[in-house]
């Protein structure tokens, strides 16, 4: 074919592209399922949302009443992620850490005892420096090594 019908052009590039086309219609169909679904999942979260404010005033409720976070925590109740307004959270780190100092004190001569003693650095005598057989009068620094 020498002439250049338009039509058959047209008609030969859409049998061409009509196996593209095909493979990309699943594809099309599970898009939309996937967003049907995204949409389904947000009114969920929403509606979970919703629920948070209530949810931390029963669980500040159960506090009160004596259950402990970790009671809760092993009922698969977990602290809420907000706490209700007028009530902190309890900061059980504060009182473990309050109750001895981190470090001991510099002048309690027990804890001299416990501080191990550190390795010489090398800076009172610098490698080769007064060494025997080094040519250098004890004390003297050593010459850099270039």
């Keep these: 074919m020498t ?3 338009a039509a058959e052009f047209i008609r030969r590039a859409q049998e061409r592209n009509a196996a593209r086309m095909a493979a990309v219609e699943p594809l099309a169909a599970i898009l ?41 925590a092993a009922l698969d109740a977990p602290a809420p992620t907000r706490r209700p307004r007028g009530r ?10 309050a109750a001895k100092p981190a470090t001991p004190a510099v002048n309690d001569p027990s804890a001299r005892d416990r501080v191990p003693a550190q390795a010489s650095s090398g800076a009172e005598n610098p490698a080769g420096a007064g060494a025997p057989g080094s040519g250098a009068p004890a004390g003297a620094a050593a010459a850099p090594n270039v």
Excluded: F, M, N
């Design 3 to 5: 002439t250049h019908d």
């Design 32 to 72: 939309a399922k996937r967003a049907a679904l995204q949409e389904q999942i947000d009114q969920i979260q929403e509606q979970i949302d919703a629920l948070d404010p209530e949810y931390g005033r029963a669980y500040v409720d159960a506090e009160k009443a004596g259950w402990e976070a970790a009671e809760l």
């Design 88 to 97: 902190p959270a309890k900061k059980a780190a504060a009182k473990s850490t």
